[in-house]
Antibody
Framework: EVQLVESGGGLIQPGGSLRLSCTDSGFAFSRYWVHWVRQAPEKGLMCVSRINQDGRMTIYEDSVKGRFTISRDNAKNAVYLQMNSLRAEDTGVYYC????????????WGQGSLVTVSS | QSALTQPRSVSGSPGQSVTISCTGTSSDVGAYNFVSWYQQHPGKAPKVMIYDITKRPSGVPDRFSGSKSGNTASLTISGLRAEDEADYYCCSYAGTYTPWVFGGGTKLTVL
């Protein structure tokens, strides 16, 4: 059963902006931390950002600090990743993944959204 | 934030056992009992196989087991089956203000 669905990816020129969305069809969205995890082509996984349940705490990987902004709207069961000043090295599949409040593992993942930064 | 270290590939024949190691530091794997393992088939999203070092989510076969010693966690798959062929990633919590850290991934080939 697919609960997380990403959207918003695509081809963008270096320096451009994209906003990814992640929507959750489940019933307890506000109990979850949500992470964005990037997988570069033929590469491994990397945590890019995460946001806590009420949106007041956000964490970023060093290479995206100042360029990416994570946010959420619990009324819409949605998390967003605003990506500005995009670089070629930001290319990859972006997964949203959720973590239930007192746990420390990803219990569900979206199908991924491909972002390609290229001129 | 440095990635955890995993072997790039391991292999085994059906019915055999394989172990995948995941080496971190005293700031991640060594500091917390929050290591998880994910299986990823080509073109698919990762799926959790082990969490909190040793726990299995419901539906994951007991052929999958985990352990930790110091800064190194391990995933053991016993009774290898063809469907176990996939990429495996370890992941560790690394503190309140730090992104979680993944290993580089290990490709398991079932011969």
């Amino acid at each position: 059963e697919v609960q997380l669905v990403e959207s918003g990816g695509g081809l963008i020129q270096p320096g451009g902006s994209l906003r990814l969305s992640c929507t959750d069809s489940g019933f307890a969205f506000s109990r979850y931390w949500v992470h964005w995890v990037r997988q570069a082509p033929e590469k491994g996984l990397m945590c890019v950002s995460r946001i806590n349940q009420d949106g007041r705490m956000t964490i970023y990987e060093d290479s995206v600090k100042g360029r990416f902004t994570i946010s959420r709207d619990n009324a819409k069961n949605a998390v967003y990743l605003q990506m500005n000043s995009l670089r070629a090295e930001d290319t990859g599949v972006y997964y949203c993944a959720r973590v239930l409040d007192t746990t420390f593992y990803f219990d569900d993942w979206g199908q991924g959204s491909l972002v390609t930064v290229s001129s | 934030q440095s990635a955890l270290t995993q072997p790039r590939s391991v292999s085994g024949s059906p019915g055999q056992s394989v172990t995948i190691s995941c080496t971190g530091t005293s700031s991640d794997v060594g500091a917390y009992n929050f290591v998880s393992w994910y299986q990823q088939h080509p073109g698919k999203a990762p799926k959790v196989m082990i969490y909190d070092i040793t726990k299995r989510p419901s539906g994951v076969p007991d052929r999958f087991s985990g352990s930790k010693s110091g800064n190194t966690a391990s995933l053991t798959i016993s009774g290898l089956r063809a469907e176990d062929e996939a990429d495996y990633y370890c992941c560790s919590y690394a503190g309140t203000y730090t992104p979680w850290v993944f290993g580089g991934g290990t490709k398991l080939t079932v011969l």
